[in-house]
Every structure is written in C-alpha cells, then in structure tokens.
C-alpha cells in the first residue's frame, strides 16, 4: 500500500515522546542523534528529494552500530540496547517506503516503550507508557486502514475499545503468570555522594554532603507509632577501624553468628517496611529487631541480613522490641569492640583518661564525653575537609561535622576509655504522611550513632549528634532548603497557606507512588505466593491451570465484544432514507447499483419536475447528515411529510 504523510507524522511525534523518558538517563550522543533522525524523516515531508536511498542508509547503520559497539563494548546492556532501539527506530522511519515498513516501525516501537522502565519504574513514567501505548494502537488502527486524517472519532474509539478489553487480560497475567526471582535490569550507579548509606564509614573523604529527598523505605505501624526521637532504624553494624575508616564486616563471614528471636510481647512493634533496592545485603528495622522476617536472618549484633542482596521493591513484616541487648558478648567481640589502630593520636588517650580519673564509673565518662560535644563542637553539612587522621583533626581543630564525625570520633574515645564500642549505620526519624498513613524515611535521614556495652544494662545506644543537635534527632531534615545556605533547616513549624496546601498535595501523590511500589512494584514470587495461596493455589502449576483458564475466558469475551461492537447501530438517518427510496421506487423504479444518491435523485426530479423543490431539499439534507450532524433532524421530518 501507498504511504500516507499522515502515518509518519503520527509516528515522528511518537518517536519524539518514546525518547523523552532517556533524557538524562542515555550518553547525550545517542538523545541527539535520535532527534536527528527524527527531524531528518520530518524534512522529508516537504523536500521527498532528501529522503535517503538505501545505499546510503546501509553504511550510515554500519556505522552508527559501529558507534554502539564502541561505546559500550561487546556488553549488550540496558544502556546499549535502549540506545541501539532508538537509533533503529529512526533509521526504519527513514526507509519506510509502505505501510508495511510503518507496520515495523510500531512493532518496534512498543519494545522501545518498555525501555523507561529499566531505569526507574515510578507511577509517572507508567501513565506517561500507558498514554503512548494508547498512541501507538492508534496509529496501527490508521496504518491499517490507511486513513488520511487524525481527526478520526471513529479509529479512536476503536484504539480505545482494543486497550479497555486488553486490560483484564493485562490484569490477568499480572497476578498469575509465575514471577521470576530477581529483576532484568541493573540499578544505575550513582556517581556522586548522597546521604545514603555505604559499606563503609569514612567522612574525611566527603567535605560537602549532598541531601537527598529520595525515599529510602516506608514504613507502616500496625498500632502507635513511637515518638519521632524514639525513630532509629538499624542497620549495619560497623566493628573494625583503621584509624581513617570503619569497614563493614562482610555479610558471609563467620562473625555473622544467628541470635535467638526475642519473645516480649509486651513490648512488641509490629509494621510493614517497603524497602527500595538499594543492592546490598542489609535490612532496615526499628531498633531492636526481635526476629527475622522472610529470607533475611538476625545475627548477634542484631543486624537484619537478607539472603541476597536487595535489587527490587519488596515488602517485610518486622517486629521489633524496646528491650535491650543484655546478652554478653564473646571475648572476640570485646576485643572487636575495643581496638584502637597504633597509629592513633595520643592525645585521644590523654582526653579519654582525664575522664576516667574524674568519674567513678563508665556511664559518668559517657556524660562528661556527651557534655564536650555539647560545649566544643557544631552541627553543619559543610564541614572541613580532613586528613591523614580524621578523628584527632576533627576533635581537636575543626570541630564541625555530622552525625558521621561524631560517632567516629566518639567510638574512638569510648575504646580509648576501655568502653567497648561500635557504630551502627541506619535512619533516624522520617516524615509521617497524614494522607496515606505512613512514614516515608528518606536518605536525607539516614544516621550513623554509638553502641557502647555497660555490664549494668548492656548494648546502649549513645547519640553524640542528639547531645549537640537535638533538632536533628527530634525534626526531620528539610532537604529543599539547604540550597540557599549552609545552616541547617528542619521540619520544625507546620507550613501554612500555599505551602500546606503544597505539603497536602506532595503528601497524596506520595501516597498514590507507596501504593504503586506495594501493590505493583512489591509484587513479587513471595508476594505473589502468599497472595494466590488465599484463592487456594500453591504452586506454579495452580497459576498456569488459572492462568490458561481466565485467559481463555476473557478472549472469548472480547471476542464476542467484538462482534457486538461490529454489528451495525440503529441509524435514524438511514431509516428515514430507506422509507423514502422505497416510495420512490413504486414511481421510478430501484435504484442501480452503479447510482449514487445524487444520481438517484436528479433521476426522480426529471420525471417528477413538478416535486423539483421538494426532492432536492431532501437530497440536500441527505447528504448533510453524511457529512455532519445539523441535518439529522431536518431530514427525518421532511420525509414523514413528504408525499407524492
């Protein structure tokens, strides 16, 4: 078939829309030459003479799979596949001579749609899919009828009946087909530091950190929450120093001995907490976790670790306790927790003894160390760089940092005093959302704080940052105000006017996106299970059967839908026309097969000159209906009064 302009206009603009989404996320390269393409078979519709011959569209994909290759090497990854995808769509647009070619062109372009998703799944960019999954139907509704204008009601409303009877199917396969473990896609690195959390604990090394509003995990309490300062969400637990930077121990070691659950139900927590992957082997909980939830295990520091490492959304049913640890430590973890690097500056142990001659016990050394930070050190996110040996600069020179900067240098000290000590890296607070009932912990609040073992009470958490900024532990952090200047600015005074109305609003599309990550994004094998094992199915046997069943269902469905939709309306127009050509036939006969309705009545006005007026009213009204719908009703009149 003959190429309509019509098509490849749709489908430039299509284009345009499918690369969008990779703005930011693809090498700038690729974005420009895709728009290049694009604008290239545009040109085309006014001068058809630039349009490209085949001879030089070959060497011109050699090369540009040439540039590919090279910048993404044999690897065929999320990044080289997306961009692959888009340079193709151009090139085929450019040599599309027939319907058939376009046909390639949509066909292509619905993998292209899916390419988004391999870098962020949020909410926005699905409706943002799903609006041009709609455009696409569309235009293989246009294609295949070969229609000359856009403004189509009827091929619209066809494309819009074909993806409301795709949905329950869609709906269909979501909940039943069998889940794989594990996504198809790899987090984009991060190239910058932010206020998350890494496997190890060094802040000489970042001068200026970054905040971030990005959501961390949610959380939502089954009863009470705790109070905001009560808010400390473990997760690792950092043992071993050198003297510049605390290193985790890695998750597979024989350090990581199993603790028994605690059973208190007294002072039980129970929420659900939706992890965003952050890929690593660390699980967040409320500080104390009393047991381990689904494919993660509690060790004996109390750490929750996962099985494998978090690369998706998932959902976890956690308990936690407000009792201690009391459990004594081993004499390795004593040793652990009491190691101080040779190199360390002598002056921390002629700080850390002054206090051990002014007190009679360890807890009184903790309230003389809490008084310094009190007196000598300041709260800032643009603290000086450090050197070789952060933790004497810090205390000594500088004093200003964060939270990272005072638990280093206070863990040094509690092991200078003979204290055992360790760090332990988490979230502290969150913002509570009123709309959707939960707490949205974001890596702006993540923390690091001291565990300091006591023979009297055991593992106590010591927070050197709430001794020197105790807004930080009670408010959340602002992260969108700390553009302007370098003080810090918390979530202290509720907003009024626009802002709250702002806040309100921030608030319900947060908890539009917690309910997609839950209930779409969350959906996985475990999930999934749980979920079907309700409806009676238990295995991936059960889903299939169902699956194969609803499926079968719902075609048959939309099938007959289909034919419904097929078969002819009542047309009062029509009706009013067959009355009239049925008395017009008893005059001049039937009307010819090769007579069109002008033709007919221009017949019945020849031998009926006397109607002249009275036919070719009707004939003009006729054929206005067919072209609008002012002459409907003037028509259906005319014919009930017209007689010979």
């Known amino acids: 078939m003959p190429l309509q302009p019509t098509i490849i206009k749709l489908l430039i603009s299509i284009g345009v829309l499918l690369i969008i989404p990779h703005i930011g996320e693809l090498p700038l390269p690729f974005i420009v030459i895709g728009f290049s393409l694009l604008a290239w078979r545009a040109l085309t519709l006014w001068f058809p003479n630039t349009l490209p011959s085949k001879w030089l ?59 988004p998703f391999l870098f962020e799944q949020y909410i926005e960019i699905a409706t943002y899919a799903f609006c041009v999954f709609f455009l696409l139907l569309f235009s293989l509704t246009i294609n295949n009828t070969q229609c000359h204008r856009l403004k189509n009601p009827g091929l619209l409303r066809i494309s819009a009946a074909i993806l409301f009877l795709s949905v329950p199917l869609m709906l269909i396969f979501f909940i039943f087909f069998p889940r794989m473990i594990g996504p198809l896609w790899a987090m984009p690195n991060q190239q910058s530091a932010i206020s998350g959390l890494s496997d190890t604990i060094n802040p000489g090394n970042v001068s200026n950190l970054a905040l971030s509003d990005k959501t961390a995990f949610r959380v939502r309490f089954d009863g009470t929450a705790p109070k905001q300062k009560d808010l400390y969400w473990r997760g690792p637990v950092f043992w071993e120093t050198d003297g510049r930077s605390w290193t985790l121990t890695p998750p597979k070691s024989d350090s990581f001995k199993r603790a028994k659950a605690i059973n208190n139900e007294g002072l039980d927590i129970q929420y659900t907490l939706m992890m965003e992957p952050h890929h690593q082997y660390w699980l967040f909980a409320l500080d104390t976790p009393a047991a381990a939830p689904k494919n993660a295990r509690l060790t004996h520091d109390h750490q929750l670790i996962l099985n494998k490492k978090l690369s998706r959304n998932i959902s976890f049913n956690i308990r936690s306790t407000s009792q201690k640890i009391q459990a004594k430590p081993s004499d390795n973890d004593l040793n652990r927790a009491l190691h101080i690097p040779d190199n360390t500056d002598p002056r921390v142990f002629d700080l850390a003894n002054k206090w051990l001659k002014a007190n009679a016990d360890n807890q009184g050394v903790i309230k003389q160390a809490l008084e310094f930070y009190n007196k000598e050190f300041y709260y800032t996110l643009k603290p000086p760089s450090l050197g070789q040996d952060p933790v004497s600069e810090f205390l ?17 000290l509690m092991r200078a005093a003979g204290i055992p000590s360790r760090l332990v890296a988490g ?218």
Not at 544 to 564: D, E, M, N, R, T
Request: hydrophobic residues 45%; glycine residues 6%; proline residues 3%.
């Open 396 to 412: 000594f020179d500088t004093k200003r940092g964060f939270c990272g900067h005072f638990a280093t240098s206070f863990a040094t």
């Open 427 to 644: 979230y502290q607070g969150g913002v509570y959302n009123k709309v959707g009932d939960f707490y949205n912990i974001r890596q702006a609040d993540a923390h690091v704080w001291v565990e300091v073992w006591l023979e009297e009470a055991g593992w106590v958490r010591i927070d050197p940052t709430a001794a020197i900024a105790p807004n930080r532990i009670e408010h959340s952090i602002d992260p969108s105000s700390q553009q302007a200047n370098s003080d810090i600015n918390f979530l202290i005074t509720p907003p009024e006017g626009f802002q709250q109305w702002a806040q309100q609003l921030k608030w319900a599309l947060n908890s539009l996106d917690y309910y997609w990550q839950n209930a779409v994004l969350a959906y996985g094998p475990e999930k999934q299970l749980n979920f079907l094992s309700n409806l009676g199915i238990f295995d991936w046997r059960g889903m299939v059967k169902w699956l194969a069943v609803l499926s079968g269902l719902v075609l048959i469905g939309s099938i007959g839908a289909v034919l419904l939709l097929q078969k002819k309306s009542h047309d009062a127009v029509q009706t009013a026309y067959l009355v009239l050509c049925k008395s017009l036939a008893k005059r001049i006969g039937q009307r010819q097969p090769h007579e069109t309705t002008t033709d007919y009545f221009n017949r019945a006005i020849k031998q009926y000159p006397q109607r002249a007026g009275d036919l070719t009213t009707l004939k003009t009204l006729y054929l206005n209906t067919r072209y609008g719908k002012e002459a409907e009703h003037s028509f259906i009149q005319q014919v009930k009064h017209f007689h010979f």
């Open 57 to 115: 569209l070959l060497p011109l994909s050699i090369g540009l799979a040439f540039f590919v290759l090279k910048t993404f090497g044999m690897s065929l990854g999320r990044d080289a596949s997306s961009s692959l995808l888009i340079i193709l769509m151009g090139l085929k647009l450019l040599e599309s001579r027939s319907s058939r070619d376009t046909q390639a062109v949509i066909y292509l372009n619905f993998f292209i749609l899916i390419t």
